[in-house]
């Protein structure tokens, strides 16, 4: 079983920046993938940015140009650097591991854009 803890998230005014990390309980040598997502409230939960196999990063088109994916191998720990953020970026952000078949969650660290 692998745990994964989030942090970092908070409450900030529109185009200020916020740094979200998610720890694991496992090594990330062996990872297949790793991806941040968000829901809002009566949302769905949509993927944010993800690295895939081969080192790919993807982002979702609302966020290219303000928000970076990095992780550090040595720490187990996954980035996500989030710049010039808007209202629409409020939500739950949710971190996902994948080991092989096996998909990890962690428990979200909420994000609030407010005046």
């Known amino acids: 079983q692998v745990q994964l803890v989030e942090s970092g998230g908070g409450v900030v005014q529109p185009g200020g920046s916020l740094r979200l990390s998610c720890a694991a309980t496992r090594n990330m040598f062996d990872i297949y993938s790793e991806a941040w997502y968000r829901q809002a409230p009566g949302g769905v939960r949509e993927l944010v940015a993800a690295i895939t196999p081969g080192d790919n990063i993807n982002y979702a088109d609302a966020v290219k140009g303000r928000f970076t994916i990095s992780r550090d191998i040595a720490k187990n720990t996954l980035y996500l650097q989030m710049s010039a953020l808007k209202p629409g970026d409020a939500a739950g952000y949710f971190c996902?591991?994948?080991?092989?078949?096996?998909?990890?969650w962690g428990q979200g660290t909420q994000v609030t854009v407010s005046s």
């Open positions: 996902n591991f994948r080991y092989g078949p096996n998909g990890y």
